[in-house]
């Protein structure tokens, strides 16, 4: 059996609002996003995938349109492929009567009271976040004859200290599986050859860097292979500035980042260095770049440029020498500040 593997798709769910200019471009990247589920079942299609496997957070919220949801039932009928789901965090509320689509005949959802499903040779053994039970995961594999097991989970198996650590990496591999499907990072990673994080469809907020996609999933042949799928990405960019004016910022943007990628991809810029005193916005520096971006967010972590010496030297018998004077060097951004209110006071003396 071929299937894919997603997880993490949070329909429902808005992108990160501050990285548009405008409401247009946001709200064509929010249909993006709610696209992004029924694209993959148009290429599950194409490419005569049996199955797709839903490893939790299907959906975001309680409040996902009505509308969307026939939508959803609609594009599954016209697929008539069957779909497998467990439920993780954000959507252990999906058993309420908005949410018809999870008794679409051909949609399967693993519960603990149903956890398995058997599809031709396959059979799929899953557990909603809240149920998760290693001992019964192991009873159920070792009751199952079929020739393929392939398990469904949602949670953390590598950091216990996330509020949904499920059981570690090595306790998992001793599962006699022939793939485990796991949901709730939104990276995606192989954690051993045959147990895969598919990571979600689209990137929804500036933390989520890099490729998007599924996991394409070959039982007989032992093929699990990443297919990148996202229309954009989330990038991040760092660059250098000593003092530079917002011009010269701008035009170094520019430079470093070519404009294909400047008018597809969804990036925040990352400001390093040192910045003058009088400094305090960044508005003009965002002026040159919103034509130029997609969309982005700058943050700014350039130290503030203190000459110490001058300061005192021109500002002595000041409250403003009294402030450096007591200066610790803890906190460089707020004695910045101070120093700016300080100094605009001083000049209209």
Same mark, same amino acid.
């Not at 018809?100 to 959802?109: E, F, G, Q, S």
């Not at 996330?162 to 709730?184: I, M, P, Q, R």
């Not at 969804?266 to 003058?276: E, F, H, N, P, S």
């Given at each position: 059996?071929?299937?894919?593997?997603?997880?993490?798709?949070?329909?429902?769910?808005?992108?990160?609002?501050?990285?548009?200019? #405008?409401?247009? /471009?946001? *709200? +064509?990247? &929010?249909?993006?996003?709610?696209? %992004?589920?029924?694209?993959?079942?148009? =290429? @599950?299609?194409?490419?005569?995938?049996?199955?797709?496997?839903?490893?939790?957070?299907?959906?975001?919220?309680?409040?996902?349109?009505?509308?969307?949801?026939?939508?959803?039932?609609?594009?599954?009928?016209?697929?008539?492929?069957?779909?497998?789901?467990?439920?993780?965090?954000?959507?252990?509320?999906?058993?309420?009567?908005?949410?018809?689509?999870?008794?679409?005949?051909?949609?399967?959802?693993?519960?603990?009271?149903?956890?398995?499903?058997?599809?031709?040779?396959?059979?799929?053994?899953?557990?909603?976040?809240?149920?998760?039970?290693?001992?019964?995961?192991?009873?159920?594999?070792?009751?199952?004859?079929?020739?393929?097991?392939?398990?469904?989970?949602?949670?953390?198996?590598?950091?216990?200290?996330?509020?949904?650590?499920? #059981?570690?990496? /090595?306790? *998992? +591999?001793? &599962?006699?599986?022939?793939?485990? %499907?796991?949901?709730?990072?939104?990276? =995606? @990673?192989?954690?051993?050859?045959?147990?895969?994080?598919?990571?979600?469809?689209?990137?929804?907020?500036?933390?989520?860097?890099?490729?998007?996609?599924?996991?394409?999933?070959?039982l007989a042949k032992k093929v699990f292979t990443f297919v990148p799928f996202s229309l954009r990405e989330v990038r991040h960019?760092?660059?250098?500035?000593?003092?530079?004016?917002?011009?010269?910022?701008?035009?170094?943007?520019?430079?470093?980042?070519?404009?294909?990628?400047?008018?597809?991809?969804?990036?925040?810029?990352?400001?390093?260095?040192?910045?003058?005193?009088?400094?305090?916005?960044?508005?003009?520096?965002?002026?040159?770049?919103?034509?130029?971006?997609?969309?982005?967010?700058?943050?700014?972590?350039?130290?503030?440029?203190?000459?110490?010496?001058?300061?005192?030297?021109?500002?002595?018998?000041?409250?403003?020498?009294?402030?450096?004077? %007591?200066?610790?060097?803890?906190?460089?951004? @707020?004695?910045?500040?101070?120093?700016?209110?300080?100094?605009?006071?001083?000049?209209?003396?």
């Amino acid at each position: 059996m071929r299937f894919i593997h997603t997880a993490d798709i949070h329909i429902g769910a808005s992108p990160s609002r501050r990285l548009f200019k #405008t409401r247009d /471009t946001y *709200l +064509k990247r &929010l249909n993006e996003c709610e696209d %992004a589920f029924f694209r993959v079942l148009e =290429h @599950a299609v194409t490419e005569h995938y049996e199955a797709i496997l839903v490893a939790g957070d299907w959906f975001d919220h309680p409040r996902v349109a009505r509308s969307t949801l026939k939508r959803l039932e609609d594009a599954i009928t016209q697929a008539n492929l069957p779909v497998v789901v467990i439920l993780g965090n954000h959507d252990a509320f999906a058993h309420e009567a908005r949410f018809a689509v999870l008794d679409h005949p051909l949609v399967h959802v693993l519960t603990k009271d149903n956890p398995t499903l058997t599809l031709g040779e396959v059979t799929f053994i899953g557990q909603a976040t809240h149920a998760f039970d290693l001992d019964q995961l192991h009873t159920h594999l070792e009751n199952t004859s079929s020739t393929y097991k392939v398990v469904l989970l949602h949670g953390d198996v590598q950091n216990n200290k996330d509020e949904h650590y499920l #059981t570690s990496l /090595t306790k *998992l +591999k001793k &599962l006699s599986a022939d793939y485990v %499907a796991l949901g709730h990072i939104h990276q =995606h @990673a192989f954690v051993a050859p045959n147990i895969a994080y598919s990571g979600n469809l689209e990137p929804h907020d500036p933390s989520e860097t890099g490729e998007k996609g599924f996991i394409s999933v070959d039982l007989a042949k032992k093929v699990f292979t990443f297919v990148p799928f996202s229309l954009r990405e989330v990038r991040h960019e760092t660059m250098d500035f000593q003092d530079e004016d917002h011009a010269q910022m701008a035009s170094a943007w520019l430079q470093h980042v070519v404009e294909a990628d400047r008018q597809r991809h969804l990036y925040r810029l990352i400001l390093t260095g040192t910045k003058g005193l009088e400094e305090t916005s960044l508005e003009r520096l965002e002026a040159r770049l919103d034509d130029a971006f997609y969309a982005y967010e700058l943050r700014d972590e350039r130290r503030p440029n203190i000459d110490h010496a001058a300061l005192l030297k021109n500002y002595q018998n000041t409250i403003i020498a009294t402030l450096l004077e %007591a200066d610790d060097g803890d906190d460089d951004e @707020a004695l910045a500040l101070a120093l700016e209110a300080l100094l605009e006071t001083e000049e209209t003396r």
